[in-house]
């Protein structure tokens, strides 16, 4: 989960070289360039529990890390915008096998405890994040173009991969119970619609402000690459923390209010950090917006679980698709709204989407009480 973050984390810190020397001009062309690992995350979440049920885990994380390998790599080499657009897409699809089948391993293997072990491994996605921008920083300083980025990334990522093929995970049941929710029987319950649907909103609000963020504070805020590369890291810390005390405070709290403090939370630090006040005013409230965003998705995965616990792996790769979709869409569109409005006026804009995802949890839990 942590060498996940590359696909984040290079394109990001990274965008403004990019834009220079493959000449990504608009913000459509930058947004499209941001987004497109989700296009391949997407594509292969939709199959990735069939291609685990087939592959196993093992085989499942060394085809992924080495397909991330190439996509980098091919990044990195890259002297076209078409170049770096197949690369992006190449590594999308590496990073997207595993994410859904090992959220439902450890749903599988902590039943007791899913909406926690849930969040604490999305949080090392994070944790990765904020190592990731460290290095980034450390290479900038030391005047290493963002080439040399993408090639060592490709190294953490191989060495990931060298490392799953020699772990012993547990097999994958495949046999269906005789109370097994198939995907049909999903799709016609309206709290599962409504659960995707929030979950598609989740991936807008955490996906397209943190994809865009290192430009948006050089570029809004006028600061250096370095400080931009800092204000990431410092969005991976507060999310990591949000996604390790979720538990907690909803054991506390209850489930309901941590959606409801979070989604309003989420769309008042996106209305703020777009304000033209200033650069830390700006830093600090995508923090905030950090620390509340990240407990909507897998907080919502291991709620969706909870409800719908004889459905397989194929359920977590649906919502996990739902939830790329959203990380397609948000980079996406506020490159488009950023060519018309501007950029700041864009990032605020997406304040909706947290108070769409709010709507949609609600009804899910009008639903199903």
Known sequence: ?????????GPATCLSE?????NLESGFQKGFFLGLPF?????????????AERLGYCRLLVLSALIQVV??????????????????????????????????????????????????????????MMSASAVVWLLMVLGLEWRTVFQIFSVTVALFGAGASIVRFPSIATKKSANYTGLRELFRNPVFIWIAAAIFFSGITEIGPTTWLPYFVKLASETSQEFSILSLFLLGLTMAMGRFVCASVASKIGMKNV????????????????LPVGTYFTVFWLMVLGLMITVSFPTIVAYASDHFPTANTSMF????????????????????????????????????APLLLLFSLRRTFYRYE
């Open 317 to 352: 790769a649906l919502l996990n698709a739902a939830a790329v979709a959203g990380g397609i869409v948000g980079p996406s569109i506020i490159g488009i709204t950023a060519d018309v409005f501007g950029l700041r006026q864009a990032m605020g804009m997406v304040a909706l």
């Open 71 to 128: 996509g980098m790599l091919t990044i990195a080499d890259a002297d076209t915008k078409i170049q770096a657009y197949v690369g992006s897409l190449v590594t999308g699809l590496g990073r997207g096998m595993p994410a859904a089948p090992m959220t439902a391993l450890v749903c599988s293997l902590f039943k007791e405890n899913r909406t926690s072990v849930t969040n604490i491994l999305h949080g090392f996605f994070y944790v990765g």
């Open 1 to 9: 989960m942590a060498t996940g973050c590359a696909i984040v984390v």
């Open 39 to 51: 296009w391949g995350l997407g594509v292969v979440s939709v199959f990735s529990g069939w291609i």
């Open 259 to 274: 959606f409801t403090i979070c989604g309003l939370g989420s769309a008042i630090s996106i209305s703020m950090a777009a």
């Open 18 to 22: 990019i834009s220079i020397d493959l």
